[in-house]
């Protein structure tokens, strides 16, 4: 089973920046997408960018224009440059990838979240 792993959360003040990672343990899987959501207190998860194969990304509109999703080239981390931070990006992420292995049916996983506030 692919396990996920999320790092780069943390404090910053608003109008800052973080980079957040997200690294599949195996190599051996064709990951088709990868993507981050996050969960504010009291709130649904919702999606934050998506990559998918042939460079597809996606935005929720909140996020466009400050946020950049990418994918390591030849490997299976995704990152989450997110800059111009607001309280309102205040949230626990989440990294997901949708994937095969071998002749299996496609697969979801989700990792662990990291928590990222914005606050002065």
């Known amino acids: 089973q692919v396990q996920l792993k999320e790092s780069g959360g943390g404090l910053v003040q608003p109008g800052g920046s973080l980079r957040l990672a997200c690294a599949a343990s195996k190599t051996s899987v064709v990951i088709y997408a990868m993507g981050w959501y996050r969960q504010a207190p009291g709130k649904q998860r919702v999606l934050v960018a998506r990559?998918?194969?042939?460079?597809?990304?996606d935005y929720a509109d909140d996020v466009k224009g400050r946020f950049t999703i990418s994918r390591e080239n030849g490997g299976n981390t995704v990152y989450l440059q997110m800059n111009s931070l607001k309280p309102e990006d205040t949230a626990v992420y989440y990294c997901?990838?949708?994937?095969?292995?071998?002749?299996?049916?496609?697969?979801?996983?989700w990792g662990q979240g990291t928590q990222v506030t914005v606050s002065t």
């Open positions: 997901n990838a949708d994937y095969l292995e071998g002749q299996g049916p496609s697969s979801v996983v």
């Open positions: 990559w998918q194969t042939g460079a597809l990304t």
